[in-house]
């Protein structure tokens, strides 16, 4: 087995208290991060989508304007860091490997540039649904059972999603406007430190709790597409070794 993937920290304090769905503004600016584990995630994502696309990419042809108008928003943003180098025909990450742009595979392509999943949330009829995703680093959930699902069936497993708090979520989804992305976190405690966790629905050991020895984070952004109205919801998944009889934080969404 391999060695796990841990960070050494959070930027953010999972003990803290917020109520659900527990949603904050985000300065754009912050939107997609690089952190220590920024080259041994990559390389992971890099062998993930060569040797189990099916497993970890999805997008349905419906959604191909918003994915091609997130392709561009990540390049547009990575202009701006400094950690990275983004030219005509390729970018250079952090880690020092060099991708090339491909828009006819824009999925796949972010999927290699950034450290985050990338989720595309298409509003149909009265809820947004899973139109399209690139996810490396599922926390025990399967990106087949849950792409085109809307989202109060992508949330069925999860015990503290409620219609009330389903109604909250999906009034979040209608309002996130462009240029005004939000943030929350999740925190839960795990045995298997692995990133690509896929886990059925069905699956009744879908989550760890307790004193786990490691601590699973994610920071949950979501960011509104201004021409095709998709918003983005995007996961930065923070592994680390929880010391011993510490606690998990709040965040049930997972």
């Not at 983004?86 to 060099?98: N, T």
Request: charged share 25%; net charge neutral; hydrophobic share 45%.
């Amino acid at each position: 087995m391999s060695a796990p993937i841990l960070q050494e920290r959070l930027p953010f304090d999972p003990a803290a208290p917020r109520p659900l769905p527990g949603v904050a503004p985000l300065d754009p600016a912050d939107w997609l991060l690089v952190d220590e584990a920024f080259a041994a995630q990559m390389a992971l994502r890099d062998r993930l989508l060569a040797t189990r696309r099916d497993e970890v990419l999805r997008l349905d042809p419906a959604a191909r304007p918003a994915a091609e108008e997130l392709f561009d928003t990540v390049l547009g943003h990575l202009s701006h860091q400094p950690a990275y180098e983004v030219g005509a025909g390729d970018v250079l990450r952090p880690d020092g490997v060099r991708v090339a742009l491909d828009r006819g595979d824009p999925l796949a392509t972010l999927g290699r540039l950034v450290q985050e999943d990338l989720c595309l949330m298409d509003l149909r009829g009265a809820e947004h649904l899973l139109a399209g995703a690139v996810l490396c680093f599922p926390a025990s959930w399967r990106l087949d059972e849950k792409f085109l699902r809307p989202l109060t069936a992508i949330h069925l497993p999860v015990e503290v999603y409620d219609a009330d708090l389903a109604r909250r979520v999906q009034r979040l989804f209608h309002g996130v406007k462009p240029g005004r992305p939000l943030w929350r976190f999740n925190a839960l405690g795990y045995h298997d430190p692995a990133l690509f966790q896929p886990r059925s629905e069905s699956d009744p050991n879908r989550g760890d709790r307790g004193s786990a020895p490691y601590l699973r984070c994610e920071r949950q952004c979501l960011l509104r597409l201004p021409e095709s109205g998709a918003v983005v919801f995007s996961i930065h998944t923070y592994m680390l070794a929880r010391p011993r009889g510490a606690a998990a934080g709040r965040g049930a969404i997972t």
